[in-house]
């Protein structure tokens, strides 16, 4: 069942202050608009960076990722009052003598926004890094010292090796004035939500007994690009197709849901996806801000769906 394209429009929604890749922040409004009106439990099974679960209007909205580091830092960040997580911010950057530029610019520094901070910063991120990778932080809270690693990393991205340990080689930026805006808002936004987090494999929750109004929404890895999240293949046709046979369970017992994927990527198409989706309602996502039809998005890089399996009103 084919859906029309929707063009983007520019609601204000919050955005996370972690720069995921894959992140739904720009495709929002496209997303938001097939979800039920009125949704009692929502559950976000790969929240990443949580730009949909932070911006849901539901009575309970759970947060699930597998990435333990990351499921801790969103509830640390929900459990400590503002005051309080920015004071333990700037100690970690103070301790390790990286660089704020909300309060001392650029030329102290010797550089410009052009330039930026990594020769600054490199040799006290790699410390930082070492030190949370090795459990070795001393009087620093993990969660606090993993956001700052994040503020300072290459385009805030969050990436662990095969190890576990987080990789992601220092960026130009720092905590600078508009990181601490997302960071603020996100905060101020998750307190007026209640949220719960849980860090378990996305299979753990369809043995749940849902209630009446019950919304799941699944943003998991895409098999056919090679982001980052997936670099070490934790994500292959296998687990593709477990995912659909066990979506199709929950259809079964009149759940709804709804799946975000690429479809088509460097053309590249997810057979798999392709076929399992036909039984649903499949919206196609207008991903590069343009009016083109599916027939035309078939010969650009990308083409990502949105699958849902009721009718939205």
Not at 34 to 58: E, R, S, W
Not at 236 to 246: R, V
Not at 254 to 266: G, M
Not at 284 to 312: G, M, R
Request: aromatic letters at 14%.
């Amino acid at each position: 069942m084919r859906d029309k394209k929707i063009g983007i429009t520019q609601d204000k929604y919050i955005k996370s202050p972690l720069n995921y890749i894959g992140g739904k922040y720009k495709l929002l409004n496209q997303i938001i608009r097939y979800f039920p009106k009125n949704i009692n439990t929502f559950y976000d099974l790969f929240a990443g960076g949580c730009d949909v679960a932070i911006n849901i209007k539901a009575n309970k909205i759970v947060v699930n990722d597998i990435n333990d580091s990351l499921i801790n830092l969103y509830r640390y960040i929900y459990e400590t009052e503002l005051e309080i997580l920015i004071e333990q911010i700037q100690k970690v950057i103070v301790e390790y003598e990286l660089s704020d530029t909300s309060k001392n610019g650029y030329k102290y520094y010797g550089t410009d926004s052009s330039i930026g901070l990594k020769k600054v910063n490199n040799s006290s991120y790699i410390k930082l890094r070492e030190n949370f990778n090795h459990s070795t932080l001393s009087n620093t809270n993990k969660n606090v010292a993993f956001y700052v690693l994040i503020a300072f990393a290459f385009n805030n991205q969050i990436r662990f090796n095969k190890s576990g340990h987080f990789n992601t080689p220092c960026g130009k930026r720092d905590f600078n004035k508009s990181l601490k805006n997302k960071f603020i808002n996100f905060k101020k936004e998750m307190i007026s939500k209640n949220l719960s987090f849980t860090s378990q494999s996305y299979e753990f929750f369809f043995d749940n007994q849902f209630s009446k109004n019950d919304f799941l929404y699944i943003d998991p890895p895409y098999l056919i690009s090679m982001a980052p999240y997936n670099e070490n293949n934790l994500w292959n046709e296998k687990k593709e197709i477990e995912l659909y046979n066990n979506l199709n369970k929950i259809h079964n017992k009149n759940v709804k849901f709804a799946l975000s994927n690429v479809l088509i990527h460097n053309g590249k198409v997810n057979k798999i996806l392709e076929q399992w989706m036909k039984k649903y309602y499949v919206h196609y996502l207008d991903s590069n801000y343009n009016n083109s039809n599916y027939q035309k998005k078939n010969k650009q890089k990308t083409v990502e769906v949105l699958i849902t399996n009721f009718k939205s009103k």
